[in-house]
């Protein structure tokens, strides 16, 4: 009697034992993912070198080479369209690149949806990495968010000493909406065109610098020339500070480039020797094309050179071996050297900062050389058995032209909104006292 007893409770025991297991199972299985701390980390702080970037790398990089009576209005337009962006991130912009609820048909090709003002984003709430990791979803804003910033500060170096503070602040709401997020949504998000096309674009090499580069030359066009240029020199006022925001911005593209794996992993290693490496190559060969053209090795060139090195590298920092990035850093400045120095003053347009002939040039060359450096026989990490470089440098090319078309084109209709309602240029006066006093009421040296 007392063993049937036993063997009863023994029995419910196991019973329950296995009714407990697959209960805990199931609610292993229900719980929801938990960010991996590491990466969490590395993310939070890429997300802030990004931000030393923009302040002060950009705005010091692009201050130091105004005049001076431009210095503080360069600056403050670097900050404020920062800051605007910002703001229009978290309102609407993270929603249309990166929302959970795209539209049906072809429109889910070009924007997404829901969650405007993060309205389904909490500290519990998640974002998937390349594997099978997750990051906290907040992270992933943030991070995106200073992409989305930056890209909207390169865009005013190229109208500079000429752009009045109001338009620029107009133009950037507006190409944020028009241009920027849709960009984004189609070259990184599941669903949008490029992705879908399997475009290789690590960091941006489409969506911040040919777009910044397009769009820059497009509004630079609709702005006309600076009083005087080409015919009165308007050299930098300060190259120390320029160096200075040049050392910056190598710093911060660390985040950039090698946060843009989402993990703290291998692939993370390897964009950051690659960003070393490409970009101390784009950086001599810079100043070697100024030797051989017959011309001293210059600071100027050296600070362009590398900023063309980093930018052809930003789409292949994960997606090229180290060798394949060194060629590209070193092609893309010869390549940008050429368009500065030659190109630009062929056909007289004023990009005041050469941003199309850096970030532009040097984003297209970078862009359409990782469909070649890709390849596992060049140190690639593609699949050898998979990859086909013919195939992927025309997947390259076709997502360079869409985002040249719409980035020209949504900048011209942007351009065209802020002429209509405020106006694009300082008067005559105040572009001759200098944005500084006419904008701000300041002076950046007394």
């Not at 405007?116 to 984003?121: A, E």
């Not at 942007?414 to 105040?430: C, F, N, P």
Request: charged residues 10%.
């Amino acid at each position: 009697m007392i063993r049937k007893a036993l063997g009863g409770v023994a029995a419910m025991g196991t019973a329950l034992f296995f009714t407990t297991a697959a209960f805990a199972q199931e609610v292993a299985e229900a719980a929801p993912p938990v960010a991996n701390p590491g990466n969490n980390a590395w993310m939070m702080t890429s997300t802030i070198l990004v931000l030393l970037m923009i302040l002060p790398g950009l705005a010091l990089f692009y201050g130091g080479l105004t005049r001076s009576k431009n210095m503080l209005s360069t600056m403050t337009q670097v900050g404020g369209a920062a800051a605007l962006a910002m703001l229009i991130w978290v309102a609407w912009g993270y929603s249309l690149s990166f929302g959970p609820a795209a539209p049906d048909g072809l429109l889910g090709s070009f924007i997404s949806g829901g969650s405007y003002f993060l309205s389904s984003v909490t500290p519990d709430t998640t974002a998937a990495t390349f594997s099978d990791e997750v990051i906290s979803e907040y992270v992933f804003v943030c991070f995106q968010m200073t992409f989305a910033a930056i890209t909207a500060a390169l865009v005013l170096g190229a109208t500079v000493e000429r752009l009045k503070f109001s338009a620029a602040m107009l133009f950037t709401a507006i190409w944020l909406t028009i241009v920027y997020f849709p960009i984004a949504h189609m070259v990184w998000a599941g669903g949008g065109l490029i992705f879908d096309w399997g475009a290789l674009d690590f960091a941006g090499g489409t969506v911040v610098h040919i777009n910044a580069g397009v769009s820059a030359l497009v509004l630079a066009s609709f702005l006309g020339k600076r009083k005087g240029y080409p015919a009165e020199p308007m050299p930098p006022h300060s190259l120390t500070l320029t160096m200075v925001g040049t050392g910056l911005l190598w710093v911060g593209w660390f985040g950039f480039n090698a946060g843009s794996e989402l993990e703290a992993d291998g692939i993370a290693g390897l964009a950051m020797i690659n960003t070393f490496v490409a970009t101390a190559a784009g950086a001599f060969s810079w100043i070697a094309m100024e030797r051989f053209a017959g011309h001293k090795a210059s600071a100027l060139g050296f600070c362009s050179g590398l900023i063309a090195g980093l930018v052809a590298v930003t789409p292949a920092a994960g997606n090229s071996g180290p060798l394949g990035a060194i060629v590209l850093g070193a092609l893309a400045s010869a390549v940008a050297y050429f368009a500065v120095a030659k190109l630009k003053p062929k056909l007289g347009y004023d990009d005041a900062l050469d941003v199309f002939g850096i970030h532009g040039i040097a984003g297209i060359i970078g862009a359409i050389g990782t469909g070649v450096v890709y390849s596992p026989a060049l140190g690639g990490p593609g699949d050898a058995a998979e990859y086909v470089m013919s195939a992927q440098v025309w997947i390259q090319v076709k997502a360079v032209l869409v985002a040249i078309v719409w980035a020209g084109a949504g900048s011209a209709v942007a351009a065209l909104i802020v002429k209509s309602v405020t106006g694009l240029r300082v008067d005559a006066e105040g572009e001759f006292d200098g944005l500084d006093i006419s904008d701000h009421g300041e002076r950046a040296y007394n």
